[in-house]
């Protein structure tokens, strides 16, 4: 099991930055793939990002294209979520999730441990 741990959600303004954080711990000697959701009130969890065991291939829902940009540490125990251009529809509670294996996925269910959520609210 992985224990993950987000940080770096708030505030920002419609076309500033934030950088999301999430750190593992536990569950370090086996790979597993990461991926970033955000759920907004009265809405379903979706997927934003994923990026495989290896950091070299990444994922990313085209809503978020080009804005937001998924990344691994070297130790691969921290992945971080760079933000840009937000828009006020990217307000939501962001989670960070992980999938026992080295291949990121975009269906939720797919992963197996969770974080606990950092709430991002961009106000326009």
């Known amino acids: 099991q992985v224990q993950l741990v987000e940080s770096g959600g708030g505030l920002v303004q419609a076309g500033g930055s934030l950088r999301l954080s999430c750190a593992a711990s536990?569950?370090?000697?086996?790979?597993?793939?990461m991926g970033w959701f955000r759920q907004a009130p009265g809405k379903e969890r979706e997927f934003v990002a994923g990026?495989?065991?290896?950091?070299?291939?990444?994922y990313y829902a085209d809503s978020v294209k080009g804005r937001f940009t998924i990344s691994r540490g070297n130790a691969k125990n921290t992945v971080y979520l760079q933000m840009n251009s937000l828009k006020p529809e990217d307000t939501a509670v962001y989670y960070c999730a992980a999938r026992y294996t080295i291949v990121a996925v975009t269906p939720a269910h797919e992963y197996d441990d969770w974080g606990q959520g950092t709430q991002v609210t961009v106000s326009s």
């Open positions: 536990g569950r370090t000697f086996s790979p597993y793939a």
């Open positions: 990026i495989n065991w290896s950091g070299g291939s990444t």
